[in-house]
């Protein structure tokens, strides 16, 4: 049976949750009306099934999680994966650059600090540093514009790659074996 990497990827969710619920019970509570043999014996029987049905989850997953690792190599989606998280890393550099404070006109600059110059000294602002500095952006409107613009640029190259990836989990398929086909069905993953 063959399936898309979109769906293997649903699907080992499922096993993942189904495998997290599977409880393996290794003791039993007794009272005085009950046969002591028997419970044990069927206290056994019930872990040995739930032991089978846990390790036949997790060979499926690792099953399904290697023939996707094929899949991914011959796609390239490992150095496509790579080229998102740069993206994002990018993205965040020039979004936070293109929100900084743009430079104040130099004017207003030069008159604040001829302003703090002349004053009379009034020792308690200068005493706890009020009002000694000037504080003023030093990129102008214009890169702040291009670095919005890049941040935008590198958006679409990352939405490019994102959905190349969307087509590769929905056109690869990957093949599961009969043993993991039929641990599927039982389960009903499948």
Do not use: C, W
Request: glycine share 4%; proline share 1%; net charge neutral.
């Amino acid at each position: 049976m063959k399936i898309s990497l979109r769906k293997a990827n649903a699907i080992q969710t499922s096993i993942n949750d189904l495998i997290k619920k599977t409880e393996i019970e290794t003791t039993i509570k007794l009272n005085e009306f009950q046969d002591p043999d028997t419970m044990v014996q069927e206290g056994n029987v019930a872990f040995l099934l739930a032991l089978s049905r846990k390790e036949a989850l997790y060979s499926a997953l690792y099953e399904i999680r290697k023939a996707v690792s094929r899949a991914n190599a011959q796609q390239s989606v490992d150095q496509i994966l790579g080229d998102i998280a740069y993206f994002d890393k990018l993205i965040a550099l020039y979004s936070d650059l293109a929100s900084k404070k743009v430079r104040d006109n130099m004017d207003v600059v030069k008159g604040r600090l001829s302003k703090i110059r002349n004053a009379k000294e009034d020792h308690h602002s200068y005493l706890y540093g009020r009002h000694s500095e000037v504080e003023t952006g030093v990129l102008e409107k214009q890169d702040i514009d291009v670095f919005a613009h890049k941040a935008a640029d590198f958006r679409r190259q990352k939405q490019l790659l994102q959905d190349r990836l969307l087509e590769i989990n929905v056109r690869t398929e990957i093949h599961l074996d009969d043993l993991t086909e039929g641990t599927l069905q039982s389960t009903g993953l499948l």
